[in-house]
């Protein structure tokens, strides 16, 4: 059985990044941009007052007064120079008339009729932003997975459309005799599908475009005509059908496809029966079935696979430290990806696996937040020891 690392580093040889395509700000928030943005102006284009108040040259001291001469407001500005004496009523976001030093914020000053007087104890800042204090036009946005704050740094640039990478279409089979989808009447011996649900909605987060294929019964043929229905994915994901039994039938199918196999089998617990390869030209993860196996190896190697497709480069999920919060026993010859719970910690947060780690129990999926990562063949190990996790 191949390692983790191994397994990804051919899941990833099967992937690369997709294609662009241009879309409306408005529709970019959790895409991935495709090449840098630039900046199409200064911002602020102009001097801007930072407050309301009275902008004025010189270098006023307590009692200098002021003759205001006119008006400006954001959106309006005020043509002319400043002379000696003279100041401008101005309100935040206002160009800066020429001839201006500071604005003198108007808590600052007495105003009778259309004169002022600085009082004592004004503050001295200046309370002017200098024109491109935040970008200047040319400036680039480099490509990242864009969030709300990235859009409006886009907008302020003057930017409406945004080339981003192409959503990868993950095609999703759930495989079984006994599955039955959420709603429908499931006869005594079948259960309702669920993880393919994890898969779809995690897929989605991830910025894939999930598609929920019918359910493929245990028949050579039902799996053939299923696989068959994924023209045009850009992976395609089974789940179940994957270990030894009688009835598991998704490599037996697949390979009489066409599947390329890039491995079979792993040393991770749980997700031992994993398959990966190329089908028909499309990348191809067959999951085990077991719900939170399957769920785990979405994390591990599917939302990898995607970040790959959306140009986010080939990275493992990233470990984080925490302590144990209790003593662990030794693991077997598999890397354990053990559901558990954090906890708030001194240094670091306290990190306990549940004692239940069946890989059907989707409860206690629901109320873990991390994989706590024990490498194959591992000691047992005391609280207080420090451990990687996966956040979930
Ligand atoms: N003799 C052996 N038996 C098994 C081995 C082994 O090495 N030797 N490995 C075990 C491990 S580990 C796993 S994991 C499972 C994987 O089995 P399959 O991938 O073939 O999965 P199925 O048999 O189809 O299903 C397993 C389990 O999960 C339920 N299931 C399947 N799909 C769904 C779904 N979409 N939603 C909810 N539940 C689902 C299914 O009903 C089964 O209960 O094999 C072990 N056996
Ligand atoms: O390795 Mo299986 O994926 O534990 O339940």
């Not at 023209?231 to 039938?249: C, F, P, Y």
Request: with cysteine; aromatic share 4%; proline share 9%.
């Amino acid at each position: 059985m191949i390692s983790v690392d191994e397994a990804l580093a051919r899941c990833f040889a099967l992937v690369s990044p997709l294609g662009t395509e241009t879309v409306p700000l408005r529709a970019a928030a959790g895409r991935v941009m495709a090449e840098p943005a630039i900046a199409r102006r200064d911002q602020p284009p102009f001097a801007a007052s930072a407050m309301d108040g009275y902008a004025l040259g010189g270098d006023p001291v307590a009692g200098d007064r002021f003759t205001v001469v006119g008006e400006a407001g954001a959106g309006h500005e005020w043509q002319g120079r400043l002379a000696a004496g003279q100041a401008l009523r101005i309100f935040t976001g206002a160009p800066v008339p020429e001839g201006a030093t500071r604005v003198v914020i108007q808590e600052d000053v007495d105003a009778q009729g259309n004169t002022i007087t600085i009082r004592a104890g004004a503050d001295s800042g200046t309370h002017i932003r200098p024109a491109g204090q935040d970008f200047r036009t040319g400036d680039a946005l480099a490509p990242r997975l864009l969030r709300p704050n990235d859009i409006a740094l886009l907008a302020a640039m003057n930017i409406p459309e945004v080339t981003v990478r192409r959503r990868p279409v993950v095609a999703l089979i759930a495989t079984g005799d006994e599955l039955v989808m959420p709603g429908e009447d499931p006869a005594p011996d079948q259960i309702i599908a669920s993880n393919n649900f994890a898969l779809a909605a995690l897929a989605e987060e991830a910025g894939a475009e999930a598609r929920l294929l019918p359910i493929a019964r245990d028949t050579k043929e039902e799996l053939f005509t299923v696989l068959s229905m994924t023209e045009g994915a850009d992976l395609v994901v089974t789940i179940g059908g994957a270990s030894v039994g009688d009835h598991d039938l998704v490599g037996r199918v697949a390979e009489s496809m066409g599947l390329e196999r890039a491995f079979y089998k792993i040393a991770m617990r749980p997700g031992k029966p994993l398959m990966a390869g190329r089908l028909r030209g499309a990348p191809m993860l067959g999951l085990p079935g077991n719900p939170v196996s399957s769920i785990v190896c979405g994390h591990l190697f599917m939302l990898p696979m995607i970040r790959a497709m959306l140009g986010l480069g080939e990275h493992p999920p990233a470990t984080r430290r925490a302590r144990l919060a209790m003593d662990v026993p030794p693991t077997g010859p598999r890397t354990h990806y053990m559901r558990a719970r954090l906890s708030p910690g001194a240094d670091l947060p306290g990190i306990a696996p549940f004692d239940r780690q069946d890989s059907a129990l989707l409860t206690i999926l629901t109320q873990a937040d991390a994989l706590l990562v024990r490498p194959k063949d591992g000691p047992a190990l005391p609280a207080g020891t420090e451990v990687d996790y996966l956040p979930l």
